[in-house]
């Protein structure tokens, strides 16, 4: 099997507008936008052109959860983001097309947000 | 632009068999190897390693050795097969026809008959 | 007046048995064509029996009088054809039943209902000049609007009106609900609208609207038997080839549009309704 | 005019049984603006992955969705595999790739079917579906599953085929292709198929790069991107080219997935031509450890799995972006000013897999 080889970028969460936008500029394609909570906020935006693969990674305190949307520069990106708002309850400044947390129908609010503490599984038995 | 494109398909279906069965009273022999649902198959060779318990992985397999039990629950089951696989005594087995609806959950229990002692005429 | 009574009577007891029995046969042969087994013939009474024994759930009281209406109308119509009545009174009985159709779906508050009425008047709109043209047809042809006076003269109005019998098929295709037509309710609650016209309709209030529909499809049929009256066993066979053509029919088109639908048969009664009576002036005269 | 009414379409809608819903805002029978919902049946997997163990949770990969189920457990493992740097053995990547074929043709018929049923063609519909239960019974033949094949692991594959049980299966895909061939023919020639796809729903180039399409979707727009072109398994090996439409409508879609059933007919010929004996599994050493986004193609699209692994047993997170969520901003754009009659058929036409969406 053929393992990719994947490009890595870490940035502040400032610098992101102006980075995808470069991005996108260049004729990138979104491939995907990541969320992640666990002991602070981790977003991965992964991009291709012409089978190279890069992801931007965002890094930022679970104290402050604010993020610039990049929908300014790929308006698709609404849904990855809307997503995020409603999972993981985090705010996006600037989203072009907000559901304002209705884009998901959930039980439990921002059910992302928290993480428990890994359990391992029940050894094999019925409950009773 | 072209009507009908279709009219010659339902001409041949319409003078052939119909491709479905009446399906409780007629059905259909699964083929070879097929996944339809897990058996034990010979409760009386079993050891109670509980290895199928343990590599089963949605836990639906519950093997108590000091009651010499073997426990199934079919709601839980994902029919993968790998306890199967893993038996070491090959007990278990896989039918390829599927089992069929619950009207209640309930657990399947084996037990294995505690082993006639040798002097025990039989 | 004895055979006109007949005709009633008969009516109103043998149009439900041979519509359901024809509703039958269309369920088994769209299956064969589907490559299917199908169900027993006898499955539509099955479903009206069903639908009559569940509760009917309405949303309001007016719902179940304009369903009544529907089916009273529809049986008036049909009345007044197979006594030999006026063609022209049958057809417009038949539009008040769906009149009656449209209303009661108007009375509830579902949109799929609304949107399945809107499209019954369109369809309306798009069968009814064709079908007035074919009462003139007759009337010109076979010098009468009574059905009476139409199917006694012996006159082979088919011959005479071929244009008008083409363009009452595809009407016909629109009235029977069938693909490429079936806009306002299908047979299977799989389009858009959900069930349309009848999403809000339930149990026996539904049962009626199954049990109606036979009898406007053996009435619609009559139609077609007219065509062929001269001849009265060809009649009959004539109209169960057309429905057999239907269903074929039925099962080779996708579902259109209302547009394309209201165009279709506004040209064809332009066309082919037209010309054949423009021709039946000048040579009859 | 300018009344506006707002037609719920779904989550239970018995033309599209998928648990999406969309607030059709129209005015008469004119689409002005969808606003979707969904997560009615968020059932939490990625979640899942921190809690099971990572060679369980292949299981739960592959039941992310019941139609593209082969892709989704063969994407989870290729992740872990790059993460582990395990080499599988080549008889194991090359039925991969037929298993992958298969569940192609399964989805793009099954497709197909719910497609004609969606412009009202009952008999194409039933047809459809009628040529898919002879694929389903080639993939119970060979994988032992209908739809959950259940035979993809970390390391390899957990079942081989048998010489014979292939070429049977070879002969029967065969015929399945001959009977296939009608129902794509009225398809792609039928008057009044056409009438109810062609400039349809029209998505052009520009917007479909924009919105972040994938999968037929993205080609009916002209964009060549298929995601087998990275060339993971053995698709370097095999002779192929994605294919493309150019007008954008819903006849291109339909005419990609078409053409698709057709290519994986000749992928799976290929593949069989070229497979070799040998072991189909490896055993799996340790844990994973690392990051990695693998990427596949799904009859869907292009489908993204993001593993990130801590050197325990349990991933630290599991990431699954399915081609329906990426064609979900594709749709909104196309719904906007069409006619309520053609919502039905636009809706499919992206191919939609809500739950799959949801994860």
Not at chain 3, 142 to 170: D, E, K, M, T, Y
Not at chain 3, 268 to 285: C, E, Q, Y
Not at chain 4, 80 to 94: G, M, Q
Not at chain 4, 263 to 283: E, H, N, T, Y
Request: net charge positive; hydrophobic share 45%; proline share 5%.
């Amino acid at each position: 099997m053929m393992i990719e080889e994947q490009f890595w970028e870490t940035l502040d969460r400032a610098a992101l507008p102006a980075r995808v936008g470069t991005l996108a500029k260049e004729g990138w394609r979104l491939v995907q936008i990541c969320g992640s909570c666990h002991e602070a906020f981790e977003i991965l935006y992964s991009f291709d052109k012409d089978d190279r693969f890069l992801s931007l990674r965002v890094a930022f305190s679970k104290d402050d959860p604010v993020l610039p949307s990049i929908t300014e520069s790929y308006f698709g990106a609404f849904s990855y983001e809307n997503e995020m708002q409603d999972l993981f309850g985090l705010k996006l400044t600037g989203l072009k097309l907000n559901f304002n947390g209705n884009f998901y129908r959930l039980a439990k609010k921002n059910p992302f947000l928290d993480t428990p503490p890994a359990v391992a599984p029940a050894p094999g038995g019925v409950s009773s | 632009m072209p009507h009908l494109v279709i009219a010659k398909l339902l001409t041949k279906s319409a003078a052939r068999k119909p491709s479905t069965r009446l399906y409780p009273a007629e059905k259909r022999a699964p083929p070879k190897g097929a996944r339809g649902r897990l058996v034990m198959k010979q409760i009386e060779t079993c050891v109670f390693c509980g290895v199928c318990g343990k590599k089963c992985p949605t836990r639906a397999i519950a093997v108590k050795r000091t009651d010499k039990t073997w426990e199934l629950d079919r709601l839980k089951c994902i029919v993968c097969g790998e306890c199967v696989e893993i038996c070491p005594k090959d007990c278990l087995a896989m039918e390829g026809e599927h089992a069929t609806a619950f009207v209640a959950k309930k657990i399947e229990t084996h037990v294995q008959k505690p082993k006639p002692a040798a002097s025990d005429p039989t | 007046m004895k055979t006109a009574l007949l005709g009633v009577v008969l009516w109103l007891i043998a149009a439900p048995l041979v519509g359901g029995l024809l509703a039958g046969a269309d369920r088994i042969l769209s299956a064969r064509l589907q490559g299917r087994v199908g169900p027993p013939l006898l499955q539509p009474f099955y479903d009206a029996l069903k639908l009559w024994d569940k509760r009917g759930g309405v949303v309001n009281r007016f719902q179940n009088f304009y369903m009544v209406a529907f089916f009273a109308f529809v049986l008036a119509s049909g009345a007044i054809f197979f006594a030999g009545g006026d063609l022209l009174l049958v057809i417009f009985a038949l539009t008040l039943a769906g009149v009656m159709l449209a209303l009661g779906a108007w009375s509830t508050h579902s949109p799929y209902s609304h949107v399945g009425a809107e499209r019954e008047i369109l369809q309306m709109m798009a069968y009814e000049p064709m079908l007035l043209l074919a009462a003139v047809g007759m009337y010109l042809a076979g010098r009468s609007f009574h059905v009476n006076a139409l199917a006694s003269s012996g006159i082979p109005l088919v011959l005479q009106l071929p244009g008008v019998f083409l363009g009452f098929l595809l009407i016909l295709t629109i009235k029977l609900r069938k693909s490429p037509f079936d806009l306002s309710a299908s047979h299977h609650a799989h389009q858009e609208l959900v069930r349309g016209i009848t999403t809000e309709y339930s149990g026996r209030s539904l049962a009626l609207f199954e049990i109606a529909h036979w009898y406007e499809n053996v009435l619609l049929l009559g139609f077609v038997w007219l065509f062929f009256a001269f001849n009265p066993a060809l009649g009959v066979a004539a109209a169960l080839a057309v429905y057999f053509l239907e269903v074929v029919v039925d099962n080779a088109y996708a579902r259109l549009t209302w547009k394309v639908t209201v165009r279709a048969a506004w040209i064809a009664a332009a066309i082919l309704g037209a010309t054949n009576l423009a021709v039946v002036k000048l040579l009859l005269r | 005019m300018g009344q506006r009414t707002i037609i719920p379409f779904g989550p239970q809608h018995p033309v599209l049984p998928e648990p999406i819903h969309l607030d059709l805002v129209m005015e008469d029978e004119k689409v002005v603006e969808a606003i979707p919902s969904i997560g009615f049946i968020h059932r939490g997997l990625e979640k899942m992955a921190e809690k099971k163990d990572f060679q369980e949770m292949a299981y739960i990969a592959e039941r992310i969705c019941g139609i593209c189920s082969f892709i989704h457990s063969m994407g989870y493992c290729q992740a872990i595999e790059a993460l582990l740097k395990l080499e599988i053995p080549k008889r194991a990547e090359y039925l991969r790739v037929i298993w992958s074929e298969m569940s192609r043709i399964h989805s793009h018929l099954l497709w197909l079917g719910l497609t004609a049923d969606a412009f009202g063609f009952e008999s194409l519909f039933m047809h459809s579906w009628r040529v898919r239960e002879k694929l389903l019974d080639l993939i119970e033949e060979t994988s032992g599953g209908r739809v959950i094949f259940g035979v993809c692991k970390v390391g390899g594959v957990r079942r081989d085929v048998d010489a014979e049980t292939l070429r049977r299966a070879l002969e029967a895909l065969a015929a399945l292709e001959a009977e296939y061939r009608e129902i794509a023919g009225v398809f792609s020639r039928d008057a009044s198929v056409k009438r109810r796809m062609t400039g349809i729903g029209v998505l052009p180039k520009e917007d479909a790069r924009a919105l972040g399409a994938v999968g037929p979707t993205l080609r009916g727009s002209g964009v060549a991107w298929d995601a087998r072109r990275l060339q993971y398994a053995v698709y370097g090996e095999l002779d192929w080219a994605p294919i493309t439409e150019e007008a954008g409508d819903c006849q291109a879609r339909c005419l990609v997935r078409i053409r698709e059933i057709f290519q994986s007919f000749d992928l799976i010929r290929q593949a069989a031509g070229k497979i070799s004996d040998g072991p189909v599994a490896v055993k799996v050493p340790g844990n994973p450890r690392g990051e990695y986004f693998a990427r596949l193609e799904q009859p869907r699209g292009e489908v993204v799995y993001y593993v990130k692994g801590n050197g325990t047993k349990n991933l630290q997170r599991f990431r699954v972006r399915t081609p329906t969520f990426a064609n979900l901003p594709p749709l909104l754009k196309i719904l906007q000013g069409c006619e309520l009659s053609d919502v039905p058929v636009i809706v499919l036409t992206i191919d939609p897999c809500i739950s799959c969406a949801e994860r």
